[in-house]
């Protein structure tokens, strides 16, 4: 089944860490860019990072940039996001994605497998 | 980076209704424009790639047009089970999510 689950979710304080995983199943995982998008409380969709398939490129949204890492263990079919120094405005859903290119006409990259989302709230 | 604005924020239509949804672009991504449905507690789903392709398993009444710096989205003869947020989202230079459009049913 092609699927991607995240865990790691939780409340956590100010200025903690937390770390995020993604467990990818039913594709060849280390074929794919994959990326976490998150959606605060009520709010729309923001992107926060991605890694290149084979690791070897990493970029991150201004806002996380410095706090937040993102890696990947090929052999484990896992992504993961490490947040550290976490601030109020972190709190959100997050989901990991799968990022292809669709060749129609021209290439487009989408996201076209998600994750059900883990929540990460941040408050004292 | 790319600001997308999405028009309107949130609509209300009845069954059987043509709905457009507008997505506009701070800069020219040529046809670097996808559109996601995400309904309540769920995850989005790809619906529109690359502006105007359909994306496999998606209803026909879904379709998407434009580039440059304008996009949009159009349902043809609205069911109830496309009460949804509808998101779009440019891959032109890393990513970027518009702010969303609440479709509500009458």
């Known amino acids: 089944q092609v699927q991607l689950v995240e865990s790691g979710g939780g409340v956590v304080q100010p200025g903690r860490s937390l770390r995020l995983s993604c467990a990818a199943s039913?594709?060849?995982?280390?074929?794919?860019?994959m990326n976490w998008v998150r959606q605060l409380p009520g709010k729309g969709l923001e992107w926060v990072a991605v890694i290149s398939y084979d690791g070897s490129n990493k970029d991150y949204a201004d806002s996380v940039k410095g706090r937040f890492t993102i890696s990947r263990d090929d052999s484990k079919n896992t992504l993961f996001l490490q947040m550290d120094s976490l601030r109020s405005e972190d709190t959100a859903v997050y989901y990991c994605?799968?990022?292809?290119?669709?060749?129609?006409?021209?290439?487009?990259?989408?996201?076209?497998?998600w994750g059900h989302g883990t929540v990460v709230t941040v408050s004292s | 980076d790319i600001q997308l604005t999405q028009s309107p924020s949130s609509l209300s239509a009845s069954v059987g209704d043509r709905v457009t949804i507008t997505c506009r672009t701070s800069?020219?991504?040529?046809?670097?424009l996808n559109w996601y449905q995400q309904k309540p507690g769920k995850a989005p789903k790809l619906l529109i790639h690359?502006?105007?392709g359909l994306h496999g398993g998606v209803p026909s009444r879904f379709s998407g047009s434009g580039s440059g710096t304008e996009f949009t989205l159009t349902i043809t003869s609205l069911q109830p089970e496309d009460l949804a947020t509808y998101y779009c989202h440019q891959s032109f230079n890393t990513h970027t999510f518009g702010q969303g459009t609440k479709l509500e049913i009458k």
């Open positions: 690359g502006a105007s």
């Open positions: 039913g594709f060849i995982f280390s074929s794919y860019d």
């Open positions: 800069q020219s991504i040529r046809n670097q």
């Open positions: 994605a799968r990022e292809d290119m669709i060749v129609v006409a021209a290439p487009t990259n989408v996201f076209d497998l």
